[in-house]
């Protein structure tokens, strides 16, 4: 979910492992040009998931290890979210509306429905069943520092990696 941390927790794993990090806000103003709250406004949601789909898709096809963070709605395309889950290391930074919201309040860099504490949960809980779907790890972050998160993603993801020699280790979140 939006506020979740993503890019922040992303960042860290990126700059602690040495991997290249692929950021879906990143990847989506470097393909169109526009970020994803301008896309909404002026596009529509469709437009912005489709957008979000194709950066996700880009980004799963880069060679070697990565850290990829990947918009909420891909979990919405079970195409989607059975190649996210095979794609490596798949890590939900789960938070809860209250945090999601305190996080996003302002908007700034948001689209506008985002704002809304009761949209968030809404949206929260319909994707609660997808997310667990396709996490290999589930992390609360609601009270965790940035470091703590990463501490136990590297913990978990050295054991996947490990489990799974040979297909090359990626994390998501």
Known sequence: MMGAGKTTV??????????????????????TGRDGPTIFRESGEDELHAA???AFLRA???????IVTVAGSVVDDPELRARLRGAG?????????????Q??????????DA????????VAKDREPLYA????QVVDVDDRSVE?????????????????AGRGARARS
């Open 52 to 54: 979000e789909e194709q």
């Open 103 to 112: 996080r996003i309040a302002s908007g700034a860099g948001r689209r506008s």
């Open 60 to 66: 799963t096809v880069q060679p070697g290890s990565s």
């Open 10 to 31: 992303a960042r860290a794993l990126a700059h602690r492992l040495g991997w290249p990090l692929l950021d879906n806000d990143t990847q989506i103003r470097a393909a």
């Open 133 to 136: 779907a396709v996490a290999h």
């Open 89 to 101: 290391h798949v890590v939900w930074l789960r938070a809860s509306p209250r945090i999601l919201h």
């Open 148 to 164: 703590a998160i990463a501490d136990a993603i590297v913990n978990a993801a050295g054991v996947a990696a490990h489990e799974s």
């Open 115 to 122: 704002v809304d504490e009761r949209w968030l949960a809404r």
